[in-house]
């Protein structure tokens, strides 16, 4: 992590790839995020007909 924090604070001028960087991250947060909730969903759901 402070490798990373090094590569930031040297190359300060290029906030575009940061700001790239960061936009990838969420996304991939999202899609993780998504397919949590789909695998907890038949937990999730107290109806017992939602269930296969």
């Known amino acids: 992590m402070s490798s990373i ?3 930031l604070n040297k190359n300060q001028p ?3 790839c940061v700001y790239i960087m960061v936009l990838y991250m ?3 947060i999202i899609l993780e995020m998504g397919q ?3 695998a907890l969903a038949p937990y999730l759901s107290s109806c017992p007909s939602s269930s296969p």
């Open 26 to 28: 969420g996304k991939v």
């Open 14 to 16: 290029s906030s575009r």
């Open 36 to 38: 949590w909730l789909h």
């Open 5 to 7: 924090m090094r590569m």
